[in-house]
């Protein structure tokens, strides 16, 4: 909850004044080691940081990642009645958190996060499309994986499987050592 109060004398004023406040929302957990940037709430992650998968106490981010993390767990604003630490990949938390501040031009001759959620949820709305809302601010989709939420980022990956001439024909593809199913 958020209390502001404002004194003003009508006379110099025609209409009730419009207002706008830059707020900074909900503090969420973080992994340990890595910082904030207080003015845009990008989450720095060290060079060549690895993280033991441990959280630092809660702090104010942007990070959409992050966010969507807290969501789910939290049992006062949250699905945390519903779901628990245990049931999240936090690892693919992390490497979307990654993805998502990573610094990018901003067009106007600096840089900025990718990837970044400030808002308010101010309405009541479906569990399933808040989460889906809160996925696509960072181009990811959720599924469940070995009985855990896990979360699926579209950015650029290591090469999985190559397709060449010798295991594409002109019938298809050929499967060896696999069901076509796999």
């Known amino acids: 909850t958020a209390l502001i109060g404002v004194r003003l004398d ?13 707020i900074k929302g909900l503090k ?30 809660a702090q104010w981010t942007s990070c959409p990642s992050w966010l969507l993390y807290a969501f789910l767990i939290n049992q006062r604003f949250g699905l945390g009645d519903h779901l628990d630490a245990s049931q999240l990949d936090k690892w693919s938390f992390f490497r979307a958190s990654k993805y998502a501040n990573e610094e990018v031009d901003n067009q106007a001759g600096g840089t900025e996060a990718r990837f970044s959620c400030n808002t308010t949820i101010s309405s009541t709305k479906e569990a399933f499309s808040l989460v889906n809302e809160l996925l696509s601010v960072m181009r990811c989709q959720g599924f469940w994986e070995s009985g855990r939420l896990a979360i699926a980022q579209d950015s650029p990956s290591d090469v999985i499987y190559n397709f060449n001439q010798s295991n594409v024909t002109e019938e298809g593809f050929s499967y060896t050592n696999q069901s076509s199913k796999t």
């Open 10 to 22: 009508a006379q110099q004023f025609s209409s009730v004044p419009s207002r706008k406040y830059l």
């Open 28 to 57: 969420v957990p973080i992994p340990t080691g890595v910082s904030v940037d207080q003015t845009t709430g990008r989450i720095i992650y060290p060079a060549n940081y690895v993280w033991d998968g441990t959280f630092t106490a």
